[in-house]
Every structure is written in structure tokens, then in C-alpha cells.
């Protein structure tokens, strides 16, 4: 009997079915005799139907047909290649329910994987204008006819949307891609081909300081050989007001990685300058910076908030990264200790401590869970520690040496519930208790979900 004899459902079948909830990338579910499927673009409480794509043992992939009876959340996206592009899932769901359906998604996943139920999930923290909040455009590049195209890749695959406008991305940043493609394809410059590895022009990178106005241009290539560079660089400098800085980053890999080791100033300045409420930070081409600037400054603000500093606590601040949350926490800290395993992100870090004058900040290169329990043995006691990992979370280590070495509070910032669900139940598991979640929507009109957890040490 074949493994999927009790299956009830056929590839290429079309069905109908209702959909009652969203995963955490967005896609609708719902149920065809007990066995599931997912359909992206499909609403809860909608009737639709559905083209099956892919059946495994236990669950399958659909594509959506026809909206039969639409949810009363349903909008109309107000982008034109919506529903070709891969940078946005839930356009078509009203962004009041996007913020609802993220909180159920964090309560969701401290239920059923963490555990967790008596912890306050507070409602998702949304955005006055959901639109126009990236102040980072990452554009790979094409061609089309002889001319370059640039825009973001079709849902899974590597087929570039050629696009005038991006609605969730400073207009700046389509003015300056815009230019790109037409003055580059003016003087001949190809764009790179992923699959031969021939061509040049890689990517376009453009970051915008929101608070400063302030904008660098990053052209990534194949090489550092560039057919009529110094007219690409005049030209580029004249046409695009309020350039500051215009840099070159050399990638000769055949490989998907976006940025090369190489960097090098064409014009202007290495850096360009944006505040996260009263800190001034410098960004360079290579640096992370929050690409949503007006919620990164929510978001810290709750991280401040459930730190509870009140000017003479020790905080450590693990994944510290280029020192954003390090240097917030620092304006109420006695005294603040980063971590991070980039080395160039902890020269920004230093650099952006320089900056704002703060002198009870010291920051080190490396694992966190090495870094933190050698800093233990020399005295070091945190009374806060907070943690701001990658999706795939805190290294086991390092809960194991925050459960060892006992801080009154943790703060933990999370980009993924699920990771953020299971860290909570090992920290729960050693001795915390989980007092508050909040929710901040970082990324409208994405499934994205960034949370800020607060736990504090049970009394013995």
C-alpha cells in the first residue's frame, strides 16, 4: 500500500475547503478530512477553492483558485505586482487583522511549544502608516531586452519582478534604483547573471538615514573593473539629490550571498548618520541597522522599559550587533557589556559608543556563551541581560549560563516566536518566569512578528 493510500486528496486536484487559521509565513489553513493544507493568499473564515500542489504523508500545499465566500478582512493590495512579488504575504489582509492574527500567532507558539500560558501577551504594536518604512532597499538586477531591470524576486524562486515602485520602501530608494537602471544601462554596464556567473552588476543597496535625510548608494559587482566608471560616478552624484556617500562592494563569488569582502568609497563619505530616539548612529555599507526605524524605536523602548534601569544596574547585552540596543540601554545603565561575534560589527559598535560620548559601554568580539561566563569569573555580575538572537535563537549555552549565573531580569528580543517559545521554556525550566510578551510589527504587510519577552527570577 502506498504511504499515501489514506490521503485524501490527489495532486492537481481542485477542492473546496474552508480556511480556519494563518501559519507563521502567512499562508492559509484549513482542513480536507482531518488532513491539512496550506494555501497561500487564503484567509481564516474564508471558503475557497483550492488547486493541490504537493501531498506528503501528513499535510499538503495548495494554490488558491477562487475566493468563494471572502473574509470580511480581505482588501484589494494596492501594489501591482503583489501578487507575483515574494517581499510582501498579507497585502490582502486589512492591517488591523495582520496586527490581530500576529499576536494569536505569538500565543500561539508560547502555548503549544513553549508551554507557556500565564504569561500576558499584549496586542501586537502596529504602525499609524504601515507604508513606505524600509530605509534599506536591497535590489538584485537584471536585464530585459538589452536594458537593466531591478525589483525583488517572484514567491520562491530567483525570477527577478522588474519594478518602478516599492510601496513598503522609502521613495528615495525607488528614485535612486530607478536612476541605476537607467544611467547604468546608458553606458553598457550588464548585469551580473546568477546561473552563468557572467556580467557585473550584482545589486543595488540603497539606505536612507530617516531622522537625517542622509543617503548612501551601494553598487555590488562581479569585479572591480566598471566600463565608463568615472561617467557612472558623475553621473550617478548629479542626478541624485542628497547624496552623501557612493560605495563600491566587490562580490566575485559565484554564490547567493549578497555582499563581497571588498568595499571601497567611489564618492563621498563611508558612512551616513540616522538617530534611534536621542542616539546617533553611523552606518556603513556593510553594517546592520534596524531597516524599520520609526517602530526599532518602540521596540527598544519596551526593551528599556522591562530592563527597569535605574541608573545603577550592570546589564550585559548578548548578540549586541552594532550597539543599537546596547547604547539605548546605556542612557539608564551604570554600565553596559556587548557581545558580538562580527568583529566589524563590534568596530561600529565602538565607533557609535565614540559617537554619543558614552564612556559606560565596553564591548568584545565573540560567542556570547564563551564570552559571558569568562566575563563572570572576573567579577562580572549582570543584574540584566538581554538577548536580541537570530531566528534560529539563543545558543543553549548561553541559557545555560544565564540560568548559572542568575541575573534579576532577562529582556529578550525575538525576530521568531517559535525559537522564542522553546528559549522561554528552558529559562522557565532554570528558575524564571516569563512576565509579559509584546509584540511589535516591524514589517507590515509581511508575516513577520518581532516580540519583547520579560522574565525575572523566581525567589527561592
Request: charged share 25%; hydrophobic share 35%; aromatic share 8%.
Amino acid at each position: 500500500m502506498s504511504k499515501h493510500a489514506t490521503v485524501p486528496v490527489t495532486k492537481n486536484e481542485e477542492i473546496e475547503l474552508e480556511i480556519t487559521g494563518l501559519t507563521h509565513e502567512g499562508d492559509g489553513v484549513g482542513k480536507v478530512e482531518g488532513f491539512t493544507l496550506f494555501i497561500p493568499q487564503a484567509l481564516p473564515g474564508e471558503k475557497v477553492l483550492a488547486k493541490v500542489l504537493k501531498v506528503k504523508k501528513n499535510f499538503g500545499f495548495g494554490k488558491l483558485v477562487e475566493v468563494l465566500e471572502p473574509s470580511s478582512h480581505r482588501e484589494a493590495p494596492p501594489c501591482p505586482v503583489y501578487h507575483q512579488c515574494g517581499g510582501c504575504s498579507l497585502q490582502h489582509l486589512a492591517y488591523d487583522e495582520q496586527l490581530r492574527q500576529k499576536t494569536v500567532i505569538v500565543q500561539d507558539n508560547l502555548k503549544r511549544l513553549g508551554k507557556i500560558e500565564h504569561a500576558k501577551v499584549h496586542e501586537t504594536l502596529g504602525m499609524k502608516d504601515p507604508w513606505r518604512y524600509r530605509n534599506k532597499a536591497q535590489v538584485p538586477m537584471g536585464e530585459e531586452e538589452g536594458g537593466l531591470i531591478g525589483g525583488f524576486y517572484a514567491q520562491r524562486s530567483h525570477r527577478i519582478i522588474n519594478m518602478e515602485s516599492c510601496l513598503i520602501q522609502h521613495e528615495k530608494s525607488d528614485e535612486i534604483v530607478n536612476q541605476v537602471k537607467k544611467i547604468a544601462s546608458s553606458l553598457g554596464i550588464r548585469a551580473y547573471n546568477e546561473e552563468t556567473g557572467e556580467g557585473l552588476l550584482r545589486h543595488v543597496v540603497v539606505k536612507v538615514g530617516f531622522k537625517t535625510g542622509e543617503l548612501m548608494l551601494v553598487l555590488i559587482t562581479k569585479s572591480r573593473k566598471i566600463p565608463n566608471k568615472e561617467e557612472l560616478v558623475n553621473q550617478l552624484t548629479k542626478q541624485i539629490t542628497g547624496l552623501k556617500s557612493l560605495v563600491l562592494n566587490i562580490n566575485a563569488k559565484q554564490t547567493n550571498v549578497i555582499f563581497g569582502e571588498e568595499t571601497e568609497v567611489l564618492w563621498g563619505e563611508p558612512y551616513i548618520y540616522d538617530y534611534i530616539g536621542n542616539v546617533r548612529f553611523a552606518i556603513s555599507a556593510r553594517s546592520f541597522y534596524q531597516v524599520n526605524p520609526v517602530q526599532t524605536e518602540i521596540l527598544y523602548g519596551k526593551a528599556l522599559e522591562y530592563a527597569d534601569l535605574t541608573g545603577n544596574e550592570t546589564v550585559i547585552d548578548a548578540y549586541c550587533g552594532i550597539g543599537t540596543i546596547s547604547l539605548f540601554l546605556a542612557q539608564k545603565a551604570k554600565k553596559v557589556y556587548g557581545v558580538e561575534i562580527v568583529p566589524e560589527a563590534i568596530a561600529d559598535a565602538k565607533r557609535n559608543a565614540r559617537l554619543n560620548a558614552m564612556e559606560n559601554v565596553e564591548f568584545a568580539v565573540g560567542e556570547a556563551e564563551k564570552i559571558i561566563p569568562w566575563w563572570y569569573t572576573q567579577g562580572i555580575r549582570a543584574d540584566v541581560v538581554v538577548v536580541d538572537p537570530p531566528r534560529k535563537g539563543c545558543d543553549e549555552t548561553l541559557l545555560e549560563t544565564l540560568i548559572q549565573m542568575k541575573p534579576e531580569r532577562i529582556v529578550y528580543v525575538s525576530c521568531n516566536p517559535s525559537t522564542l517559545a522553546r528559549d522561554l521554556q528552558i529559562l522557565e525550566q532554570g528558575g524564571y518566569h516569563t512576565q509579559e510578551v509584546q509584540p511589535v510589527d516591524m514589517f507590515p504587510h509581511t508575516f513577520h512578528v518581532e516580540s519583547v519577552a520579560w522574565l525575572k527570577l523566581k525567589e527561592s
